[in-house]
């Protein structure tokens, strides 16, 4: 069986200590690598030796053959759901659901995840990168993430929601920036539960960023902490992050869970690390994220939708989105 290991915000962590599902473990001491699921308990690991991770030095990535995915909503599947949602925008239900599908593919004879994790490093580089292979708690997971979900240092707390896609900088829609400033509202909401009143602010409203193959709109909520609250607390509040679900929170998952055939998985949770000595820590949205799971192989893809949203408009949103990390993974 492989070794456990991470590579989170650019650190090699080996020699696993200990693992749990407890959040409050991440305000004690130690370095810890966190993965939250979309669905399910947390994973919390403890690595006693954490350094500088250097390119990986073992054999190169072979993946599935790129005939051989297989998407959890078909484009029939999906565009029916657009139009549910925007049934439910229009009755006043919901302002914006993120709709996601599932691609798998079978996963290839001694398939590792750390070479997956290179050959993304490689093909797809992302500012929020993560690695984690933990065998016995079977999390195998490589994410190319462009998302920070939270960013912590001392008592000061951050998200960057990213929200709005375009092929190139000029060809953002009116629906997108629509679409990040609702997810901003919802942030803000949400930071405001575990921040002291009047600190939350937006230092950045729908910045467009380049990431390989596509451009975002980003924004940046920030706010300081109430005495003692904790990484449970901060989580509690702002869990699913609110790019990856939609507003209200609560309407858009009961929409989610009627609408996608599967569960997501750790895709849409969060992965990142924490420094429990330092109280510093930085957590993704798990997008653009691989996952190995009975035997198969798996990516996410999807978008916020609105009721500006057109069906074969969002269908090829997600087709954008995983159409580059495909061709990396399958090349």
């Not at 380049?210 to 989580?235: A, E, F, Y």
């Not at 510093?280 to 949203?309: K, Y």
Request: proline share 8%; with cysteine.
């Amino acid at each position: 069986m492989a070794t456990p290991l991470a590579v989170v915000g650019g650190q090699l962590c080996t020699q696993l200590r200990d693992v749990t599902s407890d959040l409050a473990a991440l305000d004690s001491e130690g370095f810890w690598v966190v993965v939250l699921p979309f669905e399910g308990p947390p994973v919390c690991a403890r690595f006693d030796r954490v350094r500088a991770a250097v390119p990986w030095p073992g054999r190169r990535w072979r993946g599935p053959s790129m005939r051989s995915w297989a998407s959890s909503l078909d484009r029939g599947g999906y565009c029916d759901g657009v139009r549910t949602i925007r049934e439910a925008v229009a009755a006043g239900d919901v302002y914006q659901v993120n709709l996601c599908r599932v691609l798998s593919a079978p996963l290839p004879p001694g398939a590792d995840v750390a070479p997956l994790g290179a050959a993304l490093t490689s093909g797809n580089p992302a500012p929020f990168s993560a690695v984690v292979r933990l065998p016995a708690q079977g999390v195998h997971i490589a994410s190319a993430s462009p998302e920070r979900f939270l960013h912590r240092d001392g008592d000061v707390v951050e998200s960057r929601p990213v929200k709005g896609t375009a092929a190139t900088p000029t060809g953002f829609l009116a629906k997108d920036r629509a679409e990040n400033v609702m997810i901003v509202d919802l942030v803000r909401n949400d930071l405001g539960r575990v921040c002291e009143w009047a600190s939350v602010e937006v230092p950045t409203l729908c910045g467009v960023e380049r990431h390989p193959g596509l451009c975002h709109l980003v924004s940046t909520v920030r706010g300081r902490l109430r005495p003692g609250m904790g990484w449970g607390d901060i989580i509690g509040a702002t869990f699913p992050p609110g790019s990856v679900t939609g507003a209200p929170k609560l309407a858009a998952l009961e929409l989610i869970a009627k609408i996608e055939p599967v569960p997501r998985g750790p895709y849409c949770g969060a992965i990142g690390w924490v420094d429990a000595d330092c109280r510093e820590g930085d957590l993704n949205v798990a997008i653009r994220t691989f996952w190995f799971d009975a035997g198969r192989i798996h990516l996410g893809t999807g978008g916020g939708i609105t009721w500006d949203s057109t069906p074969e408009g969002e269908w090829a949103e997600t087709e954008l989105k995983a159409r580059r990390l495909l061709s990396v993974v399958s090349a």
